[in-house]
């Protein structure tokens, strides 16, 4: 495997820069999964033993747990590598992208070309009001965040997640990033085979790469992606063209979509909850209860909630939250998934949710069985990126 | 290179900030013995392929003075790399954050 991107929208690093590449996904995945089973060792064998002499009783909940790791050298050295890596995922694309960038702009602008000539759309609004929790932070350390400095080609914050986000990966999120998409939108045409959405949005798509499998499974339906960043949406328009399928996108903001009452079959994000604060989550499910026909589902791809998790698996999650600059990440896994679809006006027995095995990781064939089950959410295979990961999802019918 | 950092103040684990301020270099040193690693890995096998009898050449190459001069360019860049957070560290002092 040398290069990292499948599809035609590539920077093209020279070997240097693929060696680093290479270097920093290898890293991650000594951290995330050697050092991770080292981690717990330390956890079990030395970290809880001190706190529970230190406080005369177990930890309870992923606060006692972190309590009892932070001191720990093991922890310590565990998060700085950590930290340094995630950094280093974003600095190992950055010079190629400084280098290529308007080579890379003028093969997109010829992939929109193209895109508008088979009817797809791009709809940008310059008047959209950014939110607050996506302009006063740079989520995961990634420089800029989805909005991106002021860039010259306007394809550049697009590029640096694309790509960063196949160093960052290390192929778990599929070899063409579209992990997640495949396994939740397959799952869903697996489980229900009589539902045939027509009409699909994908809330908070960034740069659409889990929009693409839900075009590729149902190629009748009309797929439309939403994101507020529009270096995002605009490259994920060509990106799309570049992957063969047509999608409209738009830059709109979720918690208030310009769509009609009743106009979607499938309400879909991946990955896009736990980067909103609170009340915009709210808003969102509400907004998605609104685009919802009667009959239609909402299906939110999610790090799995703290309140169906063990305390150590739950705070091992919880960690971005505390040094990944993911500050919504924890907020989000402490609320309760159902009761977040039953406030928004969904009924509490249309209440679903999923453990999806990785399609790519694990082949179609452990897929499709698991397709039939409920699935365990308390596996420490569930919503973490390593070696044996499983996708958690929840949503309502409406 | 400052803008290839994120906006926010990094994390530390150990007692003394130095030693995150080691971490982050060693990482970073890591990262560049690697992928000097792999380029020399591709080279070999170029020459390989090539029929060339690779280290013999290289023990006898003797650098040219734009050679040493271009080396020397590519020396002081990788040793930035290296050492980026001290001196972005020296950067901030220099220009105050509000």
Known sequence: MDDLIRHSMKLQPNRDELGRQHFVSGLRSY????????????????????????????????????????????????????????????????????????????????????????????????????????????????PGNYTGAEGETGYGPGALYDHGLAVFSMGLMGSNLDDIGRSVAGFVKARYPD??????????????????????????????????????????????????????????????????????DVVFSSMFLHELAPAAI????????????????????ELPPNDQMNAYDGFYLDWDSFYNQEPFYKPFRDQNCQKLCIEAGFAEENYVQFVIPSREGYGEQVFQEAVGHQGDVDRDTVGRLAAGIQWYAFGAWK | MAEWSFKGKRATFFDDPAIDHVVAMLLALSSEVWSLRERVFVIEKVADESGLDLSAAVEAYRLSGDEQAALTQQRQAFIDRIMFVLREEIEQLKTPQD
């Open chain 1, 282 to 301: 709210k808003n969102v499910f509400a907004e998605a209860f609104r685009l919802l026909r009667p009959g239609g589902l909402m299906v939110h791809m």
């Open chain 1, 31 to 142: 951290i995330l999964n050697d050092m991770a089973a080292g981690m717990a060792q330390a956890y079990e064998k030395r970290a809880k033993g001190v706190f529970e002499k230190e406080t005369g009783r177990a930890p309870e909940n992923g606060d006692d747990v972190h309590k009892a790791l932070k001191p720990d050298n093991y922890f310590k050295f565990y998060s700085s590598f950590r930290c340094n890596a995630q950094e280093m995922v974003w600095r190992s694309i950055l010079p190629t992208l400084e280098r290529d960038e308007a080579d890379l702009a003028e093969r997109a602008e010829v992939l929109a070309a193209e895109a508008a000539s088979g009817g797809a759309t791009l709809t940008l609004d310059p008047e959209l009001d950014i939110p607050r929790y996506v302009t006063a932070v740079d989520v995961h350390l990634m």
């Open chain 1, 195 to 264: 539902f045939k959405p027509e009409r699909i949005l994908d809330m908070g798509c960034t740069i659409g790469h889990n929009t693409v499998p839900w075009a590729k499974e149902y190629p009748n339906a009309e797929i439309h992606a939403i994101d507020v960043a529009a270096p995002c949406v605009r490259y994920g328009y060509a990106r799309a063209r570049a992957n063969d399928v047509k999608i409209h996108f738009h830059q709109q903001n979720a918690e208030h979509a310009q769509f009609e009452d009743g106009s979607f």
